[in-house]
Structure formats: C-alpha cells, structure tokens
Nanobody, 124 residues
C-alpha cells in the first residue's frame, strides 16, 4: 500500500522560505515520478513540478520556476520541495503524489496516490 506523508508546512512571511518533505513508503521509488501540487481555497489544483526518482530529472511549472526546487533523498525515501521568495499567493495546501515513470513523466496528469497535504500560509 502506497503511503505518502507530507510535512514542513507552516506560517511564513512574504519573502521567506520553507522546505516541505514527502516521505514515501510502499512503492519502488526507482520506477516512479513524484509530483508536487497545491490547492488554494476556491481554486483548482495546481501542478508545481515533478522529479523522476531514478534520474533526479526535474520539471517545473512556469509559475514556480526559479523559486521552487524539487529534490530527493534516496536513503530516506523522501522528496522535498524547497520554496523560496514566498508570496501571499503561494498560500495553499501542498501535497505530493506519485505515478509510474513513462515518456510523459513531466505531465501534470496520471498521478494516483497522494498524501494528505500540509498547509502553507504566507503573510504579507
């Protein structure tokens, strides 16, 4: 059974940074892509980016390119989302999700299991 658990959210002032973690269990990570999403109240889910576990290749949505960085720690089965220069509009519930690697690994679609999410609030 796939289990994804996010942590690291909280309250931060605009311009600050946060690092979110997503601990994964129950899947062979080398065959997977891990993605990060967020959803703000009243808004649609937004795809932020992804990492192909075995190659560490990353892909970012235009909205976060240059501010957010996705990485992974193989020994800890954990993927990270480093968020810098945070803005109030980054306020949302952030969660990770997984999908099997394929040629369309960078697409926002195809994700299955997801975590429960962690709240990020950016104050102005």
């Amino acid at each position: 059974q796939v289990q994804l658990v996010e942590s690291g959210g909280g309250l931060v002032q605009a311009g600050g940074s946060l690092r979110l973690s997503c601990a994964a269990a129950g899947l062979t990570l080398s065959s997977y892509v891990m993605g990060w999403f967020r959803q703000a109240p009243g808004k649609e889910r937004e795809f932020l980016g992804a990492i192909h576990w075995s190659s560490s290749r990353t892909y970012y949505a235009n909205s976060v390119t240059g501010r957010f960085i996705i990485s992974r720690d193989n020994a800890k089965n954990t993927v990270y989302l480093q968020m810098n220069s945070l803005k109030p509009e980054d306020t949302a519930v952030y969660y990770c999700a997984s999908k099997m690697f394929s040629s369309s690994w960078a697409a926002a679609t195809g994700y299955g299991s997801r975590g429960q999410g962690t709240q990020v609030t950016v104050s102005s």
